[in-house]
């Protein structure tokens, strides 16, 4: 399913993105495309890109591809999708203890369109946070890993 969704395969392609897209919502997935969990988000994605553009631009990035990032958003656990607007990250309260990405699968197309509305309402305001609009129990729970402590 990711074969309709542009693809980001290096840092210099990523930067241009987050820093030259302006007034939407930069949706970064990471992951690997034969991942089975990914092919799931990656069905959602793609399904709901239309729906979404004038809010949000959905990119696939391999983790493999773009160690940078990688490490940077200490993305231990795939898919892991990150948001971005006007160049700022922006971070979503899902009431788990990392705020910077969501791990897993949307459980619903919808799931995944009214987050990007919530993102996309409260960067316009100026947030930098928002409340996840998710029901809690469609939210994939995990341990966070702490490297070399």
Do not use: W
């Not at 210099?12 to 993105?17: A, H, L, T």
């Not at 009214?114 to 609009?133: F, H, N």
């Amino acid at each position: 399913m990711s074969l309709f969704l542009p693809k980001l395969t290096c840092k210099k392609d990523i930067d241009e993105v987050i820093k030259g897209v302006a007034e939407k919502v930069v949706v970064l997935r990471f992951g690997r495309d034969e991942d089975s969990v990914c092919l799931q988000l990656d069905e959602i994605l793609s399904k709901t890109a239309h729906d979404l553009s004038n809010m949000a631009s959905i990119y696939i990035v391999d983790v493999d591809k773009a160690p940078i990032y990688t490490r940077y958003f200490d993305i231990s656990y795939i898919p892991s999708t990150v948001f971005f607007f006007n160049g700022q990250h922006m971070k979503v309260d899902y009431g788990s203890p990392d705020h910077t990405k969501f791990i897993g699968s949307f459980k619903t197309k919808q799931d995944f369109m009214d987050l990007i509305e919530v993102i996309y309402r409260g960067a316009m305001r100026g947030k930098m946070i928002v409340q996840s609009p998710i029901d809690p129990q469609n939210i994939p729970k995990y341990d966070l890993l702490y490297h070399g402590i």
